[in-house]
């Protein structure tokens, strides 16, 4: 059976992992998950114990958790439409190199801001959450605009799963108002570009229960209890 991908609502990181599918255009199925509740059940605890999105379950009824781990899965299976890159060449390194960057430095820049917005009311806090977060995020920011110097994409001049993830994650700027993208005009540009894209459009529907149209792997939706069987344990 085709793999299927475990994504969280609203606002997850799994956006990412959505568009590299579409890229893909490789049969696939969606999970949806609504984060905190749906993963409090004991049988998403049989997809991943961390309880966290998104997480693949691919043909041999492994589950692979980890977005870098996802991403790298799906650019291997990609690396004819130029998703990804053979592991030894440096291509691959660099990809890699950035899928790393987004997924430690990129993404924990924002934590602060997602602290403040998912604590109790607690004002002085959230103000103090919400300053340190806007700080990394410029931060974070300026290191993308210094990497996509003379490169159309992040990982060079092809569209890779790097950018897949990098515009789940840029659009949470926009959603905690943390810094104005237009300062930063190369990360603009490819956030403009990527959010043109029909799978960054379809990844947005699909979010939003929205129609929305495949480029041609979109399967539809399972629901995890009629993935039981699937799933070992
Ligand atoms: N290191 C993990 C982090 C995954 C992660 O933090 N996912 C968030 C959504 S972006 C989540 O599932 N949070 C659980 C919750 O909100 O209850 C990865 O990169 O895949």
């Not at 606002?11 to 749906?38: H, K, T």
């Not at 607690?122 to 210094?146: C, F, I, T, W, Y």
């Not at 699909?206 to 480029?215: H, Q």
Request: hydrophobic letters at 45%.
């Amino acid at each position: 059976m085709e793999p299927v991908l475990f994504y969280g609502v609203p606002q997850g990181c799994s956006f990412g992992s959505i568009v590299a599918l579409e890229w893909l255009n490789q049969p696939y199925r969606l999970c949806r998950i609504n984060m905190p509740e749906d993963m409090q059940t004991d049988l998403y605890a049989r997809v991943n114990p961390v309880r966290e999105t998104p997480a693949l379950l691919v043909e041999d009824g492994a589950v692979i958790t980890e977005s870098a781990a996802i991403l790298q899965n799906l650019a291997t299976r990609g690396i004819q439409r130029g998703l990804g890159f053979a592991q030894g060449t440096p291509q691959f390194d660099r990809l890699n190199q950035k899928l790393a960057f987004l997924n430690t430095t990129f993404f924990s820049a924002f934590g602060p801001l997602w602290k403040a917005y998912e604590m109790e009311a607690n004002p002085p806090v959230q103000e103090m959450l919400r300053d340190l977060g806007r700080e990394s995020v410029a931060k974070a920011h300026a290191h993308v605009e210094a990497m996509l110097a003379g490169h159309e994409w992040l990982a060079g001049d092809r569209r890779t799963v790097a950018d897949a993830y990098f515009i789940g994650l840029a659009r949470w700027a926009t959603y905690h108002r943390a810094v104005d993208q237009r300062e930063y005009p190369q990360l603009h540009r490819l956030v403009q570009r990527l959010e043109a894209d029909p799978a960054v459009v379809f990844a947005h529907a699909i979010e939003d229960e929205r129609p929305a149209t495949s480029a041609g792997g979109f399967r539809g939706h399972i629901t995890l209890e009629d993935l039981q069987l699937r799933l070992a344990g």
